[in-house]
């Protein structure tokens, strides 16, 4: 199938960029324009992409994505996967935090930044490569108060039991069971 040539002016501005000329054909056989954008760069565009919208070289879709910059730090990722774990019913670990009831400090939940200041602040930093953010009561919520560094050795000790007894069957275990076979049949012994 022969490319669709499409014609656009050189110095023709759309958004960011600006149209300079013709830049030949993509491996596919697309025609491509030089284009110049706002921010310096300079780059061969497809016409298809000019032609549906392209605004920019790719900086204004970098620049959205960039909020504050952390994306890239280790208490950043931390703070998405605890959110994610919290507040995401479709992540598989959900049904063990938010599942449960856990949530994500309120005023952390919309702000990485605050998480990461109140980690530096109080936590300071990760004391070896072999510890992690831990929940010191692991039936609380991601909270200042109930956050430490911990090893895995201590977080091993510090998990809930799959395989807790109920309060009243435990109860039963515990009791002594004390009668005999003459008041099973509902009698009394001499």
Same mark, same amino acid.
């Given at each position: ?6 014609? %656009?002016? +050189?110095? !023709?501005?759309? &958004? ?6 013709e830049a030949g #054909? ?18 061969? @565009? ?14 204004? !879709?970098? /620049? *959205?994505? !960039? ?9 950043? *990722?931390?703070?998405? &996967? ?6 995401? +019913?479709?992540?598989?670990?959900? #049904?063990?935090y938010g599942g *449960? ?9 919309? &702000? =990485?930044?605050? %998480? @990461?200041?109140?980690? /530096? ?5 990760? =004391? !070896?490569? #072999? ?9 609380? &919520?991601?909270? =200042?108060?109930?956050?430490r560094w911990a ?7 510090? #998990? ?7 309060? /009243? %069957? ?5 009791? =002594? ?6 008041? /099973? ?6």
């Amino acid at each position: 199938m022969p490319a669709i040539k499409i014609r %656009f002016a +050189p110095g !023709t501005k759309q &958004d960011r960029l600006t149209i300079m000329k013709e830049a030949g #054909k993509g491996k596919h056989g697309h025609i491509l324009w030089f284009c110049e954008c706002e921010c310096g760069n300079q780059k061969r @565009i497809a016409g298809a992409s000019l032609k549906r919208g392209a605004k920019s070289c790719g900086c204004l !879709t970098r /620049e *959205r994505n !960039t909020k504050h910059g952390l994306s890239a730090t280790r208490l950043y *990722r931390l703070w998405s &996967d605890i959110k994610r774990r919290c507040c995401c +019913p479709t992540d598989k670990a959900y #049904k063990n935090y938010g599942g *449960r009831g856990i949530r994500i400090y309120d005023s952390w939940k919309d &702000d =990485p930044e605050a %998480f @990461i200041k109140w980690v /530096e602040e109080t936590l300071g930093e990760r =004391p !070896t490569k #072999k510890h992690s953010l831990d929940r010191i009561d692991v039936n609380d &919520d991601y909270k =200042p108060g109930n956050l430490r560094w911990a090893t895995s050795r201590e977080q091993a000790r510090n #998990k809930r039991a799959d395989n807790q007894v109920h309060p /009243e %069957f435990y109860k039963l275990l515990t009791e =002594p069971l004390v009668f005999t076979y003459a008041e /099973e049949k509902g009698g009394l012994l001499a």
